[in-house]
């Protein structure tokens, strides 16, 4: 678009030149040694890649959303433990109530084993809810946090266009099946082999997000965290 406009804008001036010319009656010869037209520059496009899944998986906010989900999981996890325990206790009371004929405290033993069964599955759908809205919530900001710090690596570096894939460097999980498999099964486009490894902005990005996160954690008058990494 822009060598369009500029060439359309050339045209514009070579047109006001030729008038002027004209008007004032001046013609110019033509050169005796005309200048060589100057050789215009190859366009070229620079491409940079991100490692999705590593830059996730190692940046600290993702850590700390891990621990969160530990901490948030340890009360579901103690209430259903109560209650399977509940359900054991019931199992030893009816087994024991198992000679002895139908009454209402076998009644009783039932209803309360289909309530401990129906709170259970109400604690499941519960956790279930909590853990996932959560999760929505947490992976969007992660997930901005990372298009947003590649935005701005990107304009700082004269970045045309960013690819991001996801991979593992671990050389072993790298060659299991279930990675080949989905290689072979995912969306076509995804980088295979790049032979310069500086395409691969990951790095940068993991080091922009953990130095700004760590920034915004130094209380007043504390010691600033070193240098964010920038340049290559």
Partial sequence: MKKTVMTAGGFVVLGLLCYVGASNGQTQPPSANPQPAATQAAPRTRIALINLTFVIKNYEKYKHFQDEIKQLVGPFQ???SDLRQALENLKVDAGKAAGQPQGPQKEELERRYKDIQRQQEDLKADATMTLNKRSDEAMRIIFTDVCDAAQRYASSHDIE????????????????????????????????????????ISNDILGQLNYAMRSAAVPGGGTQPAPAPGGR
Avoid: C, W
Avoid at 171 to 194: D, V
């Fill in 161 to 200: 266009l960013v690819l991001h894939y996801n991979d593992t460097f671990d050389r072993t999980e790298y060659l299991s099946a279930q990675n080949i498999a989905r290689k072979l099964n995912s969306g076509a486009l995804m980088p295979l082999i790049f032979m310069e490894q500086r395409l691969d």
């Fill in 78 to 80: 103690k209430r259903e």
